[in-house]
């Protein structure tokens, strides 16, 4: 996870999302579960994907998993829809999130309170840094995250950050190998390469090439 500053609101957005309220009340107040489906359903347009893609960087805001590779980016709520239908289409509440993050096993429809050690943290408005650390383990030759307070504890269990097998041996093996070559960077122009396009915020695993000082 890393610190993302949130982009403008995309044009499109802006001029429906009171409409797409208004009709989605109107649903509910009417018992009509097929316009209440349809209208809850209106953000989910290109625009809006395309406007967090770029925020993003298409990286997932939670696991900074590059998400075009192997799927298609959902339309994260950082506050569920489910729980918060009036923040549906507020863009202050939505982000990019990857298809595991996003499922029933990870976030779902979760939103912890206080009292259960949440809020989950946003990216946009808070830094991971003051809740997780990241480092690199040499003995495990792993990549892993540490939780600073309570709230970073509850994103890394939730969100599996040191347990999803797949993401731990694929981010470990990229920065293990980016560790690997640092050393060399002045005399290897291809590591320099390398390192200089590692740095950029197009790659994953951000957060641990920045506390790497990579
Ligand atoms: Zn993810």
Known sequence: MIKVTRTQEPAYLKSRAN????????????????????????YASHHVRDALDKM??????????????????????????????????TWTNLLLGCPTCNDGA????????????????????????????FFYDPLSRLALAR??????QLMIETFGLNVRPDLLRFRSTYIRTLL???????VNPEYAELLADARTDRTPYHAWIQALAL
């Open 147 to 152: 939780a600073k307070t309570l709230r970073g």
């Open 56 to 89: 993003f960087s298409g990286k997932c805001a939670y696991c900074e998993s590059l998400i075009a590779v192997v799927a298609t980016a959902h339309i994260e709520h950082f506050r569920p829809k489910q729980k918060y239908p009036s923040l549906t289409f």
């Open 180 to 186: 690997a070559i640092k050393p060399d960077e002045l």
């Open 19 to 42: 409409g797409w309220l208004k009709d989605l009340r109107k649903a509910r107040q009417n018992n009509d579960t097929v316009a209440y489906n349809k209208a809850i359903a209106k």
């Open 106 to 133: 990870h976030k779902g429809t979760k939103f912890p309170k206080a009292r259960d050690n949440g809020p989950f943290i946003d990216p946009a408005t808070e830094d991971p840094l003051d809740h997780i650390e």
